[in-house]
T-cell receptor, first 113, second 111 residues
Framework: GAGVSQSPRYKVAKRGQDVALRCDPISGHVSLFWYQQALGQGPEFLTYFQNEAQLDKSGLPSDRFFAERPEGSVSTLKIQRTQQEDSAVYLC???????????FGPGTRLLVL | QKEVEQNSGPLSVPEGAIASLNCTYSDRGSQSFFWYRQYSGKSPELIMSIYSNGDKEDGRFTAQLNKASQYVSLLIRDSQPSDSATYLCAVASRAGNQFYFGTGTSLTVIP
């Protein structure tokens, strides 16, 4: 079946703009995770959803970052008033249940100028 | 101290040799452990998952877990140039609501 998809694949934003990144998880996957990956680093946890409930948002770096998954499927990560330090690859992953293998989408590469 | 530590490398091995990748973690309550491979510019893809102490083999790959020592390793036998990538160790938190990734070990297999 289809894997995890993300859009857009690339996004260039001017500093101060708002951006929205979309994730379509694998159908039936309960758990959905967002990560931020800087160049040369491993993915850093941002937030976790179980169905529509955001159970952990401890990794969101500031209150400019907001994520939602209103119907327990598609999720959107929104970054308000983007800053240059927000430039990174944003990865979405889904799994059938917590603790289980996560399957990653292709990522959205965000560049803030 | 980071939750998951890996040697960043780079690690170079000749084609056909065994590559050994190591990872330590800090949360004694962790129950799920994963090795992912990431090619440059691509997203991580799963190689192995391991949940119990001991060895788990899948083709040329063997994962080893020692919970007492809080240590996970990955052995790649008969290394191929196509194995050249960054290998990420991932550990699920006790509640499963977070995955902690190491910084990755860069592996180059020399033909």
């Amino acid at each position: 079946g289809a894997g995890v998809s993300q859009s857009p694949r690339y996004k260039v934003a001017k500093r101060g703009q708002d951006v929205a990144l979309r994730c379509d998880p694998i159908s039936g996957h309960v758990s959905l995770f967002w990560y931020q990956q800087a160049l040369g680093q491993g993915p850093e946890f941002l937030t976790y959803f179980q169905n529509e409930a955001q159970l952990d948002k401890s990794g969101l770096p500031s209150d400019r970052f907001f994520a939602e998954r209103p119907e327990g499927s598609v999720s959107t990560l929104k970054i308000q008033r983007t800053q240059q330090e927000d430039s990174a690859v944003y990865l979405c992953a889904s799994s059938l249940m917590a603790h289980e293998t996560q399957y990653f989408g292709p990522g959205t590469r965000l560049l803030v100028l | 101290q980071k939750e998951v530590e890996q040697n960043s490398g780079p690690l170079s091995v000749p084609e056909g040799a065994i590559a050994s990748l190591n990872c330590t973690y800090s949360d004694r309550g962790s129950q799920s452990f994963f090795w992912y491979r990431q090619y440059s510019g691509k997203s991580p893809e799963l190689i192995m998952s391991i949940y119990s102490n001991g060895d788990k083999e899948d083709g040329r790959f063997t994962a080893q877990l020692n919970k007492a020592s809080q240590y996970v390793s990955l052995l790649i036998r008969d290394s191929q140039p196509s194995d050249s990538a960054t290998y990420l160790c991932a550990v699920a938190s006790r509640a499963g609501n977070q995955f902690y990734f190491g910084t990755g070990t860069s592996l180059t297999v020399i033909p």
